[in-house]
C-alpha cells in the first residue's frame, strides 16, 4: 500500500447550514480576525455575498471560496481555504460542487431554530463523501435559544441520516458569529460564551479535526475544474482543486473534456485566492484551490492533467431537476417598447446556453416552438432567480407556470415529493392543516415546544408547494415560517387546485382609468394603477370569485355640461398590489403565463383574445 504524504501548512473546508443561519457572517469574522482587511479600510457586512439579488434576497446563490491565514501558537502559519455555500436547495448543484473541493465541513446550526429541512440536505451530502464535521452551534445569545435541545436534535439527524459512529463523534464549538466569538464551552441559553474573546477556539478544532490534504508524491498532475468564472483581462477562468502533482504558470498540459477527447492547452495564468483577491502565482501544489486562465471552452467536471500521462477524474454528478417552466422571447403587444431590451430568440437562447457552463443543476431543452425553451431546476426559487438576472440584463421573456418533472418508476407515473418543516403559532394549526391537505400533503410529525409555536413536517408534491408561500403567509399573517428539501418520487397524485379565485382580464387595449378602477375594486385585488397601459389578455387583478371575468379598465367617464352635486366627488382607490416576479409566478394558472421586461412584471392570458379563449374553453368542455 502506498504511503500518502500530507500537506500540513494548508486546510480545505466548506460551511454548510439552512439559510439565514448565519454561514457568510461567520466567515466575515474570520476574515476579519486573520487580518485579510487593511486596517481603516471599509468594509461591508456578508462580503462573500457580492452578487445584487444575495444582498437584497439576504441568501447565497453561488459557492465562493476565501482564504485566510492562521498563524498557531506554535508559530506555523497554515492557509485555511473557506468554501461558502447556499444553504437553499434550490442552489444544491452549488453545494455538491463546493464539497468535491474540501476534506472536511463546518455544519452550522441556529441555537434556537435547530436543524431545518435545507440543514438535512447539506449533511446528507456531506455524510455521503466520508468528510469529518465539526458542528458550530450559532446565535448562542438569542433570548430563545435552546443549545441543548438543538444538540440533541442534530445528534437524532446526524442517526437518521444514517451516519456511522465515527462520523457521530463531531467536536462542537458554540459561538455568536456577528460579535466574532467562540467557545468550546456551552453557555447558557441567551448568553455570550464568557471564557472567549475571538474565534481561535474554532479555528484550533478546524485544524484539529480536518485533515490536511493527502497526495501520491511524484503523482502526475491532475486537477478538478469545479466552478467557472470570468475576468475582463484574462477571459474564462476555470476554478479548480489540485489533486495530485504539481501545476505551474505557462505549463503545456492535457485538457480531459467530458466527451472524453484530450487535448493539450498551455496554462497563461495561475491565480490563487488570499482573503477576496486572486493574487497571480509561479505554481500551485496538491490541496490548493487555483484559478487558471488560457482555455476559453472549458467545462465545470473536466480535468487538467499532465501532458505526458492524462489520468481523467471522475466528472462531477448532481441531483436531477425537479422544477420546469417554459421561457421564450416576449410575445406581447408591447413588446420592444424598452430602449435597448434585448427581444430575439436568438438573443434568449445564447444567453441560457451561457448559464448552462457554469450551473451544472439546469437543464435547457427545446419544445414545439422555435422561440421558447422548456427550463428544468432544483426548484422555484433557482429558476425565477434566473430569470430575475435576464430582466436585470435588459432581456424580454415570457415564462411559463412551473411545471415538475415528472419520471417512470416500474412503469408508473412518478412526481417529486418535498419535506417541508413549518414553524408558526398554534393558534393557526387548523388553518395551515386545511391549506396542506388541499394541496395533497400528509403531516408526518408535529412538536410543541410549550411556546406558543409548533413545528410541523409534512410530505408534499412539489405541485402543491407552487403558489403556497403567499397563502401560508396570508393566513399566519405573516408569522409563519416554512422551509422544504427534495424528499423521494411518489407515485402522482392527482389533480390539485391551489388557487380558489380567477382573474380579471382586461377585454381591449388602451390606458386603465381611474374611473374603471374604481368601478371593478369590489369585484376584487387590482395590479395595476391608473394610467397603466394595458392590452387584450392581460390580467389587471385577481378576480374574488372562482371564474374569470372580462372587464373594461379603460372606461372613461361619460364628460357633460350637467353638474350635479355629487357628480364631482374625488374617487377613492385602493392601493393595487404589487406582484414580485416569484409572487407573479406563483399566481399563474395553467392558461396564464407572465411577461417579463426590464421595467415590468406583467401577467397576461396564454391566448390574447377573448373570442379565441372562449372557443378553446368550449371545445374542451365537450
Given at each position: 500500500m502506498e504511503v500518502m504524504a500530507q500537506r500540513t501548512d494548508l486546510r480545505n473546508v466548506a460551511i454548510i447550514a439552512h439559510v439565514d443561519h448565519g454561514k457568510t457572517t461567520l466567515v466575515d469574522a474570520m476574515l476579519r480576525q486573520a487580518g485579510a482587511f487593511r486596517e481603516g479600510a471599509a468594509v461591508d457586512d456578508r462580503v462573500m455575498d457580492s452578487m445584487d439579488l444575495e444582498r437584497e434576497k439576504g441568501i447565497t446563490i453561488l459557492a465562493k471560496n476565501t482564504a485566510v491565514q492562521h498563524r498557531t501558537p506554535?508559530?506555523?502559519?497554515?492557509?485555511?481555504?473557506?468554501?461558502?455555500?447556499?444553504?437553499?436547495?434550490?442552489?444544491?448543484?452549488?453545494?455538491?460542487?463546493?464539497?468535491?473541493?474540501?476534506?472536511?465541513?463546518?455544519?452550522l446550526v441556529d441555537a434556537s431554530e435547530g436543524p431545518l429541512p435545507q440543514t438535512r440536505f447539506v449533511l446528507r451530502k456531506a455524510l455521503a463523501a466520508r468528510m469529518p464535521i465539526v458542528l458550530v452551534i450559532n446565535k448562542v445569545d438569542r433570548p430563545d435559544a435552546r443549545i441543548k435541545e438543538v444538540v440533541d436534535e442534530t445528534y437524532e439527524l446526524f442517526l437518521d441520516l444514517d451516519a456511522d459512529e465515527s462520523q457521530i463523534d463531531f467536536p462542537i464549538v458554540y459561538a455568536c458569529a456577528r460579535d466574532g466569538i467562540a467557545s468550546l464551552t456551552e453557555p447558557a441559553n441567551g448568553e455570550v460564551p464568557s471564557d472567549s474573546r475571538d474565534l481561535m477556539p474554532l479555528f484550533e478544532t478546524l485544524l484539529s479535526?480536518?485533515?490536511?490534504?493527502?497526495?501520491?508524491?511524484?503523482?502526475?498532475?491532475?486537477?478538478?475544474?469545479?466552478?467557472?468564472?470570468?475576468?475582463?483581462?484574462?477571459?474564462?477562468?476555470?476554478?479548480?482543486?489540485?489533486?495530485?502533482?504539481?501545476?505551474?504558470?505557462?505549463?503545456?498540459?492535457?485538457?480531459?473534456?467530458?466527451?472524453?477527447?484530450?487535448?493539450?492547452?498551455?496554462?497563461?495564468?495561475?491565480?490563487?485566492?488570499?482573503a477576496l483577491e486572486r493574487k497571480s502565482a509561479e505554481k500551485a501544489g496538491p490541496g490548493d484551490i487555483i484559478a487558471v486562465a488560457g482555455i476559453p471552452e472549458i467545462m465545470i467536471g473536466e480535468t487538467l492533467a499532465d501532458a505526458e500521462?492524462?489520468?481523467?477524474?471522475?466528472?462531477?454528478?448532481?441531483?436531477?431537476?425537479?422544477?420546469?417552466?417554459?421561457?421564450?422571447?416576449?410575445?406581447?403587444?408591447?413588446?420592444?417598447?424598452?430602449?435597448?431590451?434585448?427581444?430575439?430568440?436568438?438573443?434568449?437562447?445564447?444567453?441560457?446556453?451561457?448559464?448552462?457552463?457554469?450551473?451544472?443543476?439546469?437543464r435547457v431543452l427545446d419544445t414545439e416552438r422555435p422561440d421558447a425553451w422548456e427550463v428544468q431546476g432544483r426548484g422555484e426559487l433557482a429558476l425565477a432567480i434566473l430569470v430575475e438576472q435576464m430582466?436585470?440584463?435588459?432581456?424580454?421573456?415570457?415564462?411559463?407556470?412551473p411545471q415538475v418533472v415528472t419520471r417512470e418508476v416500474d412503469g408508473r407515473r412518478c412526481e417529486p415529493v418535498e419535506r417541508l418543516t413549518i414553524d408558526a403559532p398554534e393558534e393557526y394549526l387548523g388553518a395551515i392543516t386545511q391549506l396542506l391537505a388541499t394541496r395533497k400533503g400528509r403531516m408526518?410529525?408535529?412538536?410543541?415546544?410549550?411556546?406558543?409555536?409548533?413545528?410541523?413536517?409534512?410530505?408534499?408534491?412539489a405541485r402543491g408547494l407552487i403558489g403556497f408561500r403567499t397563502e401560508f403567509l396570508t393566513d399566519t399573517r405573516g408569522t409563519g415560517i416554512a422551509h422544504h428539501v427534495f424528499e423521494s418520487y411518489e407515485p402522482w397524485f392527482g389533480d390539485i387546485r391551489t388557487r380558489q379565485s380567477g382573474s380579471l382580464v382586461a377585454d381591449r387595449s388602451g390606458v386603465a382609468s381611474s374611473y374603471a378602477m374604481f368601478n371593478l375594486q369590489e369585484r376584487g385585488t387590482l395590479f395595476v394603477e391608473p394610467t397603466t397601459e394595458v392590452y387584450e389578455g392581460m390580467i389587471v387583478g385577481e378576480n374574488s370569485r372562482a371564474d374569470d371575468m372580462d372587464v373594461n379598465i379603460c372606461k372613461e367617464k361619460k364628460l357633460t355640461n350637467v353638474r350635479s352635486s355629487t357628480g364631482e366627488e374625488l374617487e377613492r382607490l385602493i392601493p393595487p398590489r404589487r406582484l414580485s416576479?416569484?409572487?407573479?409566478?406563483?399566481?399563474?394558472?395553467e392558461d396564464e403565463c407572465v411577461e417579463v421586461t426590464p421595467v415590468a412584471v406583467r401577467i397576461r392570458k396564454v391566448v390574447l383574445e377573448a373570442k379565441q379563449r372562449e372557443r378553446s374553453r368550449r371545445l374542451g368542455a365537450r
Open positions: 506554535q508559530g506555523q502559519d497554515i492557509t485555511i481555504n473557506i468554501i461558502d455555500t447556499p444553504g437553499h436547495a434550490d442552489f444544491g448543484g452549488e453545494v455538491e460542487r463546493g464539497l468535491t473541493m474540501v476534506d472536511g465541513v463546518v455544519l479535526t480536518i485533515p490536511a490534504p493527502e497526495y501520491e508524491e511524484g503523482a502526475p498532475l491532475q486537477a478538478h475544474v469545479t466552478n467557472l468564472d470570468a475576468s475582463p483581462f484574462l477571459g474564462r477562468l476555470a476554478l479548480c482543486r489540485v489533486r495530485q502533482g504539481e501545476i505551474r504558470k505557462g505549463q503545456t498540459v492535457a485538457w480531459c473534456r467530458t466527451d472524453g477527447s484530450i487535448g493539450n492547452v498551455r496554462i497563461s495564468e495561475l491565480l490563487m485566492t488570499e500521462n492524462p489520468v481523467p477524474l471522475p466528472l462531477i454528478t448532481v441531483d436531477e431537476p425537479a422544477i420546469s417552466m417554459t421561457i421564450g422571447t416576449n410575445t406581447s403587444p408591447l413588446t420592444g417598447k424598452v430602449k435597448g431590451a434585448k427581444v430575439t430568440a436568438r438573443m434568449v437562447k445564447d444567453r441560457l446556453d451561457k448559464e448552462l457552463v457554469g450551473n451544472v443543476s439546469l430582466r436585470r440584463e435588459n432581456y424580454e421573456l415570457t415564462v411559463g407556470k408526518e410529525q408535529m412538536i410543541n415546544h410549550g411556546t406558543g409555536w409548533i413545528r410541523m413536517e409534512w410530505l408534499i408534491p416576479l416569484e409572487q407573479a409566478l406563483e399566481f399563474c394558472r
